[in-house]
């Protein structure tokens, strides 16, 4: 037998007030029909909620138990309400998914403008850009961040909104870069490389025109371990500058003079929703 959800709800009044009596007239229910629900509702959690003494009604440590999970259980149910109606102060939390290959500083800052509010309250998560794109449309994200938007065919109803795009270079330490030519760095110098991505895609074709075999030090699926791999001199990072901005910034690496005519693009995928999260239209206005 399921929980009586009214039986919850008055159990919770009783235990507020710490008196049946004061209970009773505020849920305007007789002293004896209250007393009978929080029976009810002991015999079903099979646990005493409560010690009788006097006029006073104290929890016991079932009671306390109980009591807290019916404050958010109705909380979560108050939520709901504002969120339907599009009332209320409360706002969840922003469930943001993004491609592990996805540059951190990129991230960063498409989400300053609500990080820099006292009220922040974000979910990341990173990971391949099907189970993302699969979650989104799960309604288990509210947005996810991709370097492609989404291919049509398999995913017809996500909207991708294009936010920026940036020119891939190669960057590494000075002593990697004296080459007088493109020819020569990439078959001298180890390189370091994401998987499967724009940036790979781009750069195997950059290197079949040049016939070129470069020797790749690392294949990452993670753009934080591609700075720190760029960082220890292990090679060549093939990114967009925003990956390595501090270490570019502090002069710990240093960018090739030579264009490699590939751009990486930034998508922020929504679905098509009634109740898209509040604070969506402001980072996609941006």
């Known amino acids: 037998m399921r929980l009586n959800y009214h039986h919850l709800r008055y159990f919770e009044e009783v235990a507020r007030e710490g008196n049946l009596t004061r209970a009773a007239e505020r849920l305007n229910l007789s002293q004896s ?4 629900q929080i029976r009810q509702l002991e015999d079903r ?24 999970h019916a404050t958010r259980i109705f909380g979560v149910g108050d939520d709901l309400i504002a969120t339907l109606t599009r009332s209320g102060g409360t706002i ?16 960063l800052r498409f989400l300053r403008p609500i990080l820099e509010e006292d009220t922040a309250n974000l979910i990341l998560s990173s990971g391949n ?43 590494g330490t000075a002593r990697r870069l004296s080459y007088t030519t493109l020819n020569g760095l990439l078959a001298a110098e180890p390189v370091i490389l994401p998987t499967e991505s724009s940036i790979r895609t781009g750069f195997d074709s950059l290197v079949a025109r040049l016939g070129v075999t470069p020797r790749i030090a690392a294949i990452v699926d993670d753009m934080a371990m591609v700075r720190l791999l760029a960082r220890d001199d292990v090679g060549l990072a093939i990114t967009p500058a925003v990956v390595l901005a501090d270490e570019l910034a502090q002069g710990l690496l240093v960018t090739a003079p030579f264009p490699l ?23 996609l206005a941006d």
């Not at 006097?54 to 009591?67: F, S």
């Not at 943001?96 to 991230?107: D, E, I, K, P, Y």
Request: net charge negative; hydrophobic share 45%; aromatic share 6%.
């Open 92 to 107: 969840g939390p922003l469930r943001v998914g993004a491609l592990s290959t996805l540059s951190r500083n990129f991230q």
């Open 45 to 68: 959690l099979g646990h005493p909620l409560f010690t009788r003494t006097n006029r006073t009604m104290v929890l016991t440590e079932a009671g306390h138990i109980a009591l807290d």
């Open 261 to 283: 005519d590939i751009i990486e693009s930034f998508y922020a995928v929504t679905a098509n929703r009634t109740f898209p999260h509040p604070l969506l239209g402001s980072l």
């Open 33 to 36: 029909a209250l007393s009978t």
């Open 129 to 171: 850009s099907q189970t993302l794109l699969r979650a989104l449309e799960d309604l288990a994200l509210d947005v996810v961040l991709l370097t492609d938007p989404p291919p049509r065919e398999s995913f017809p109803d996500l909207v991708a909104h294009r936010l920026a795009e940036q020119p891939v270079a190669i960057h």
